[in-house]
């Protein structure tokens, strides 16, 4: 079963504008880190943020751990059509060791 | 840094065919290796944990006699899938972690397989 939930699941916005996507988890984890997946390809890494940690940044990446709550989100400014993208987040269950479970995914659509 | 090369890219095969995809890191030694199968608009599925060396950790409802994993280096894992039929078709990924704490997987570009 999933450990994460994504919410949206889509979202189309402009070119410009900001998308905040959601993901919420179930168990204690060591790291959460959120993955762009283009379509028809592989993952690509963007952000991991550590339990003890509240908030980190990447270029026009923003990314937000409440681990009281068990929720992450994941910002980018000042959206681009090259942002298109299914975007998911993946947990480090601290009892799983290194294996990773995905949430389901938000498709963000950028018109330019 | 960090790059993870899979192939093939795409694949289409009779049923009964085995398929071998690879699973390389290029420019790091990577202590686990990891499978995903991923089914069109889902996520990613975890299919099992490949360790240098050792026998591969199957996830609960993968037929580990269908799904043969070898990783015979600290850069290349392979997974084949045995006797394939349609009902095995999906896109294929592998990750490689290089085995230290909160350091992120780093993913192939995956393999389409489809099973005529």
């Known amino acids: 079963s999933q450990q994460g939930e994504e919410d949206p699941q889509a979202l189309s916005i402009q070119e410009g504008e900001n998308a905040t996507m959601n993901c919420s988890y179930k168990?204690?984890?060591?790291?959460l880190q959120w993955y762009r997946q283009n379509s028809g390809r592989g993952l690509v890494h963007l952000i991991l943020?550590?339990?003890?940690?509240r908030e980190k940044h990447s270029g026009r990446l923003r990314v937000t751990l409440d681990t009281s709550k068990k929720s992450s989100s994941l910002l980018i400014t000042a959206s681009r059509a090259a942002d298109t993208a299914s975007y998911f987040c993946?947990?480090?269950?601290?009892?799983?060791?290194?294996?990773?479970?995905f949430g389901g995914g938000t498709r963000v659509l950028v018109k330019p | 840094g960090a790059v993870v090369s899979q192939h093939p890219s795409w694949v289409i095969c009779k049923s009964g065919t085995s398929v071998k995809i690879e699973c390389r890191s290029l420019d790091f030694q990577a202590t686990t290796m990891f499978w995903y199968r991923q089914f069109p608009k889902q996520s990613l599925m975890l299919m099992a944990t490949?360790?240098?060396?050792?026998?591969?950790?199957?996830e609960q409802g993968v037929e580990k006699d269908k799904f043969l994993i070898n990783h015979a280096s600290l850069t290349l894992s392979t997974l084949t899938v045995t006797s394939a039929h349609p009902e095995d078709s999906s896109f294929y990924i592998c990750?490689?972690?290089?085995?230290?704490?909160?350091?992120?997987?780093?993913f192939g570009d995956g393999t389409r397989l489809s099973i005529l």
């Open positions: 993946a947990t480090s269950p601290k009892a799983a060791g290194n294996k990773l479970t």
């Open positions: 168990t204690s984890i060591n790291n």
């Open positions: 490949s360790n240098e060396g050792s026998k591969a950790t199957y």
């Open positions: 943020i550590r339990s003890n940690e």
């Open positions: 990750s490689a972690w290089i085995g230290y704490n909160n350091q992120p997987q780093h």
